[in-house]
């Protein structure tokens, strides 16, 4: 690792920039994504005040339901890292966050808040798909570089720099506005959220419910979590419908009773 990192910093050196698989400058590599990945979960195990994740051995059939959501849509064929990435999915026992993010190399949080939030399984897929997107396009990755600089996320990779460690897992999980995605990158995600849940048996703008029920929440003078670090609601629905309407996927609801199981199997 410390060699490959090197010859990275080497290479950049000389030819100036890098570019990830759609030409995007990515000075951090894919393996690196997953290193940060699993630094920043690790972190998150270690301070439960901060983040208190729900045990997957007392509560099996909530887990069970979220990882067969999370299969459905790694099996969709669109997702790129799909065999490369970790995709480990936790839940974090908070019933006041409205919230779901996502770190390099896939490791992906789910509130409780977000879950009992939504209506049903199509609005959830929705969120996840996102959330997969801003790993697998590697947003999260593309923003950490921007705010933190290449030179401390490769220390941090290296397991050279603990203390910022704390400070990244807190920014990825949306208590840091420092890591506001661009809008583009938004964009992206909603549209492959799209592209995604069309290979499902979900509705493939379930991320459209979700907006739109944070657009009534928003007017019922509560502000969620998500809105934060996800801006333009009203524009993003309109988008998303678009995209869907453009590669002509199903916009009627699954929304399978299991939901309100999946709902019930959680504290
Ligand atoms: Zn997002």
């Known amino acids: 690792m410390i060699r490959k990192n090197l010859l990275l910093f080497i290479l950049l050196t000389i030819i100036g920039s890098s570019c990830n698989k759609d030409g995007d400058p990515l000075f951090i590599s894919v393996e690196d994504d997953k290193q940060l990945g699993l630094q920043v979960s690790q972190e998150i195990e270690s301070n439960p005040t901060e983040y208190p994740l729900l045990d997957e051995a007392t509560h099996p059939a909530a887990y069970n339901y979220l990882n067969n959501m999370r299969n459905e849509i790694l099996n ?3 997702v790129r890292y799909r065999d ?10 908070d019933d006041d966050v409205l919230n779901a993010f996502a770190t390099p190399g896939g490791y ?5 808040g977000l879950i009992k939030y939504l209506d049903k399984a199509d609005d959830l897929a929705g969120v996840l798909g996102h959330e ?13 570089e921007r705010v933190y600089g290449i030179q401390m996320l490769l220390s941090v990779v290296l397991g050279r720099d603990p203390g910022q460690i704390q400070q990244i897992a807190a920014a990825l999980a949306g208590n840091l506005a420092v890591l506001r995605f661009s809008r583009a990158a ?3 995600a909603d549209e492959y959220s799209v592209e995604y849940l069309a290979e499902t048996p979900y509705q493939c ?15 019922a003078g509560r502000t969620p979590t998500f809105l934060s670090t996800h801006p333009d609601p009203e524009d993003r629905i309109g988008e998303i419908n678009a995209k869907a309407q453009e590669i002509g996927c199903s916009i009627v609801p699954l929304d399978p009773p299991s939901y309100q199981d999946f709902k019930n199997s959680l504290p």
Not at 205 to 219: H, M
Request: aromatic fraction near 14%.
């Open 76 to 78: 969709s064929g669109k």
């Open 84 to 93: 490369e990435f970790v995709w480990q999915m936790k839940i974090i026992h």
């Open 108 to 112: 992906i949080y789910v509130y409780t």
């Open 132 to 144: 997969i997107a801003h790993s697998d396009r590697r947003h999260s990755t593309q923003q950490l």
């Open 186 to 188: 938004e964009s992206e």
């Open 205 to 219: 703008n379930g991320a459209f419910s979700f907006f739109q029920k944070l657009i009534d929440s928003k007017q």
